[in-house]
């Protein structure tokens, strides 16, 4: 008791099934329940309206988009996806965006990805995790821990480095700290980050309010300039006309 709950059953089936399945999830006392996105929208959709109690509250509903086992080669030979593993992701993630999930469940290294293209307030779970000196086992797309507190993940899903680990309690306590220490190193990167666009876009404001007053000086030097050009013409003109008045003698005439 006193911890979060994330009940991972995948759920993959026609919409209907899928919303009675979490109409009967919603009873129970869990934090974060998950479904496949290549169910589709219909299917997220009625899953999300099953999940949602009468009071209005609900379990976070996320969506795995490829599982972690799943390589390049298996997606395109064996699933016939002939797009990219990363723009697979994509699109279920931007699919369940839309339909009105939390987030998705994905690998650690499309989670910024993820982030960039369905805002910074979409979830990202991300299976995956292995230290590097841990067993690969049948996990393909996998990341450190500390390189998956640098990539944006919110949630690192840590399953055999640790169960299966000689002493599980210090593995989760590494796991923690890793991923705790990475993700405050990348706070303070990213603030860094933030403070020097803020003041590039300081610069850039000062800059265009400067290039703003030089171009109102231009603009005036210029039409002062030809206030004085259409002085000299009317000048000009004045002075052609004068002579016209003297009709003076051409040179033949005056030899």
């Known amino acids: 008791r006193g911890h979060k709950i994330f009940l991972d059953l995948k759920l993959h089936d026609i919409p209907n099934t899928v919303k009675r399945a979490m109409n009967v999830l919603s009873r129970l006392d869990v934090d974060m329940v998950n479904l496949h996105a290549a169910g589709a929208s219909e ?20 969506a795995v988009t490829q599982l ?8 395109k ?3 016939l996806i002939d797009v990219p ?9 931007k699919n369940a965006a839309n339909s009105g999930l939390d987030g ?4 650690p290294l499309e989670a910024a990805l993820v982030k960039e293209r369905c805002g910074a307030n979409f979830l990202t779970v991300t299976p995956g995790i292995r230290f590097a000196d841990s067993a690969v086992g049948d996990q393909k797309r996998i990341m450190t821990p ?14 055999r480095p640790i169960t299966q680990a000689e002493d599980p309690v210090a593995a989760y306590r590494r796991a ?14 990213y603030q860094k980050i933030d403070d020097l666009v803020a003041k590039t ?13 030089l171009a109102g000086e231009l603009g005036a030097n210029i039409a002062a300039l030809q206030q004085v050009m259409a002085k000299i013409r009317a000048t000009l003109d004045d002075s052609t006309h004068f002579l016209k008045q003297l009709d003076l003698p051409a040179a033949d005439d005056a030899e």
């Not at 876009?201 to 007053?213: C, E, F, I, R, V």
């Open 77 to 79: 030979n064996e699933l």
């Open 201 to 213: 876009n300081d610069q850039l404001t000062q800059d265009d309010k400067a290039l703003g007053s």
């Open 85 to 93: 593993m990363a723009e697979t992701v994509l699109s279920y993630a």
């Open 146 to 159: 500390e390189k998956a507190g640098k990539s944006g993940c919110d949630y690192i899903v840590v399953g």
């Open 43 to 62: 299917m997220m959709k009625g899953a999300l309206e099953g999940l949602t109690r009468p009071d209005g509250t609900r379990p976070l509903l996320i």
């Open 176 to 189: 923690e700290q890793v991923e705790r220490k990475a993700r405050e190193r990348a706070a303070v990167f």
């Open 104 to 107: 998705v469940v994905c690998s």
């Open 68 to 75: 972690t086992s799943t390589d390049a080669a298996a997606l």
